[in-house]
């Protein structure tokens, strides 16, 4: 009897020490505090100024020049005391026979502390200045790099050019594709989005309201961008859509314990990453039961113009942000 009790004892102890160890291994305070998060990029030269969004160099008629929008953009009011880590995702237009583009870039700040996410879409079209290329849109940059030296060194190159837009380090990063974008969401049984408006094109068919879409589905929503009345900035907000969709569904208390599951899953379809399953785990810790209403989106201001692409040589639509915008996002929401 003795004995028994002596080793029910030694087995307790054993488990009570695993059950600790494997808290402090999860442990977002521990796992994410600030001294040891990686930095994938830093900014290589200070917060630039805007691009001049002036008339263009080339010849040719007013549609040069810089173009008011009516477009209505997602821009919260400022946060104090700010902290936490950057995470990058990125969405490729991977094909077979030609390098990709960066169809979707999204910069989440995530403060593990406080809870709070806050996410900021860039636009594909946002203009900045590509070293040895000049001023060319954002999502040339994977198709540049891929080009020369593959996969790992676009998703770098896009990386460094996030830091160095908004003069801040970069500690996570995540890049999919299409399929694996796709992948994700079955995995996770589909998304439930609540759209504002209907969408009606040759891929969707989606009445107005909430409503289960599988992975063929959110992806077809996530592209589309023609039928919207706010273009790609439209499109912006249905992405974020699907984000916190995705979000709730993981989240969820009756899908918390399945999580670990899920994310070897989820790795599966991540072409791209920084991010251990342990580090997803504990993310899913601290946002366990997430509501979507929690999550602040944010777009970036500015204006539209056409102007010579030196990449392409001829004239494309660029969006360019308000003069020290960057420079407010960067201060307000990521430092």
Do not use: C
Request: aromatic share 6%.
């Amino acid at each position: 009897m003795k004995r028994k009790y002596i080793m029910l004892s030694i087995v307790s102890v054993v488990l009570i020490a695993a059950a600790t160890g494997l808290y402090l291994h999860l442990s977002p305070a521990r796992r994410f505090a600030p001294n040891s998060l990686p930095i994938v990029a830093s900014p290589l030269y200070e917060l630039p100024a805007a691009l001049d969004s002036g008339p263009s160099t080339v010849d040719g008629p007013a549609a040069d020049t810089q173009v008011s929008t009516a477009v209505t953009l997602i821009h919260e009011a400022d946060q104090t005391g700010a902290r936490g880590f950057n995470l990058l995702l990125l969405g490729t237009d991977r094909r077979e026979n030609e390098p990709s583009r960066t169809d979707s870039i999204i910069l989440a700040h995530v403060d593990p502390v406080e809870k709070q996410l806050v996410v900021i879409s860039l636009p594909r079209d946002l203009r900045i200045n590509i070293p040895g290329v000049g001023a060319s849109k954002l999502n040339h940059v994977h198709f540049l790099e891929e080009a020369v030296n593959g996969n790992e060194a676009a998703t770098q190159s896009v990386i460094q050019a996030v830091s160095n837009f908004f003069g801040v380090p970069i500690h996570y990063y995540a890049k999919t594709d299409f399929w694996g974008f796709t992948a994700i969401i079955d995995t996770i049984g589909g998304v439930e989005v609540d759209l504002p408006a209907a969408i009606h094109t040759n891929e969707l068919n989606l009445e107005a309201g909430r409503q289960l879409v599988d992975g063929a589905t959110a992806l077809a929503l996530a592209r589309e961008r023609y039928s919207l009345a706010n273009g790609d900035f439209g499109r912006q907000i249905d992405q974020i859509l699907i984000l916190k969709a995705a979000a709730e569904r993981v989240l969820s208390p009756e899908q918390l314990s399945k999580l670990p599951r899920i994310v070897e899953q989820i790795n599966d379809s991540i072409i791209d990453t920084n991010l251990t399953s342990s580090d997803l785990i504990s993310l899913g810790l601290v946002f366990k039961g997430f509501s979507g209403e929690t999550m602040k989106h944010v777009q970036l201001k500015g204006t539209s113009m056409w102007a010579m692409d030196p990449l392409v040589g001829k004239r494309l639509w660029y969006w360019v942000p308000e003069q020290g915008e960057a420079e407010y996002i960067s201060k307000t929401y990521l430092q």
